[in-house]
């Protein structure tokens, strides 16, 4: 079991240009998530999906839009870079009547 | 919706002395409260958690204990390791969302 992977791990990109971020789990996992990470601030809910075909906001959704059209496959993507973006981004899963969310390895992207 | 602190943010200790970090929530409805540490450069691990009908729970070296009445939780280290050095969160749960605390850095000096 790989558990939760994310892809890629680093990126550089220059403002106002777009990216996909993807987080795949093989643990058949219902609940998916996107979070972002910057110092000081713990980790704060982006989006998140209860199931296949299903997503739903955040705490910070706005920049970002998601898809879940597997259930083992949650992406994040941004359609205009900012720099206010610049951030490292964890996907995480947990099972249907089980609490214990399973984060990835992390995506530490930079947008100058 | 759910807000938690934690506190402190940095907490130095010598290895071997305990080290305490403390949480509050908001929303009484919460009912789940994991703890997660986090090495430099690594994702998020569980390391302990508890639920809101159990007040105090261990494992090894790590407790937790919860207050239900005072919506606040605590986490204890025992005998501490430099390999207890890391970032450590603590998060609420109503249902299948987490709201995180900021984070406390513990640094174990040897």
């Known amino acids: 079991n790989a558990g939760v992977t994310q892809t890629p791990k680093f990126r550089v990109l220059k403002t106002g240009q777009s990216m996909t971020l993807l987080c795949a789990q093989d643990m058949n996992h219902e609940y998916m998530y996107w979070y972002r990470q910057d110092p000081g601030m713990g980790l704060r809910l982006i989006h998140y999906?209860?199931?296949?075909?299903?997503?739903a906001k955040g705490e910070v959704p706005d920049g970002y839009n998601v898809s879940r059209l597997k259930k083992q496959n949650f992406l994040l993507g941004l359609e205009s870079a900012a720099p206010s973006q610049t951030s490292v981004y964890f996907c995480a899963s947990q099972g249907q009547g089980s609490n214990e969310q399973f984060f990835g390895p992390g995506t530490r992207l930079t947008v100058l | 919706g759910e807000n938690v602190e934690q506190h402190p943010s940095t907490l130095s200790v010598q290895e071997g002395d305990s080290a305490v970090i403390k949480c509050t929530y908001s929303?009484?409805?919460?009912?789940?409260f994991p703890w997660y540490k986090q090495e430099l450069g690594k994702r998020p691990q569980l390391i302990i958690d508890?639920?809101?009908?159990?007040g105090e729970k261990k494992d090894q070296r790590i407790a937790v204990t919860l207050n239900k009445t005072a919506k606040h939780f605590s986490l204890h280290i025992t005998e501490t390791q430099p390999e207890d050095s890391a970032v450590y969160f603590c998060a609420a749960s109503i249902g299948y969302k987490l709201s995180f605390g900021a984070g406390t850095t513990v640094t174990v000096r040897a």
């Open positions: 508890i639920r809101s009908n159990v």
């Open positions: 929303d009484s409805a919460s009912n789940y």
């Open positions: 999906s209860v199931g296949e075909g299903t997503t």
